[in-house]
């Protein structure tokens, strides 16, 4: 049972275009990687990048994002296990979370975000820590 643009509140809708739009962003910070979550260097794939970019928000919200994705690839005949590992190039991966982030919530904001997937002014507990 996936929840559909209808069956999540406005709020979620707004949080998990949030999540979405922030794993491009990620993305395109750290590298893109295919086989892993997260490689040794850092770079993340598409699941490991919403992995990521969740983090600060309850576990319903990234699971909402992975079906929210995982829905736009089922209209490709794909899905989110396998369709990142079948790109050659991370823009292609960045530009679906961008436009599923946008299906979703048309006003959902793009800002600047740490390596860590969180918005700069967010107070980022990991940034906060490599400071001190
Ligand atoms: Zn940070």
């Known amino acids: 049972m ?30 893109w990687c295919i086989g892993a979550l997260r490689d ?15 983090k600060p928000y309850a576990t319903k919200i990234r699971f909402t994002a992975y079906d929210v994705v995982n829905q736009k690839l089922r209209r490709q005949n794909a899905d989110i296990h396998s369709w990142n590992d079948q790109q050659t190039s991370s823009d292609r991966v960045s530009d679906l ?14 800002e600047a975000i740490c390596i860590h997937g969180l918005p700069m002014d967010s107070r980022c507990y990991a940034c906060f820590s490599e400071a001190y």
């Open 2 to 31: 996936n929840p559909t643009r209808r069956d999540i509140s406005p709020r979620t809708r707004n949080k998990v275009a949030c999540v979405i739009g922030r794993a491009a962003q990620l993305i395109r910070l750290r590298g």
């Open 40 to 54: 040794d260097s850092g770079r993340v794939c598409l699941m490991g990048a919403i992995r990521e970019t969740s």
């Open 97 to 110: 979370l961008e436009s599923v982030a946008k299906e979703l919530d048309p006003h959902y904001t793009l």
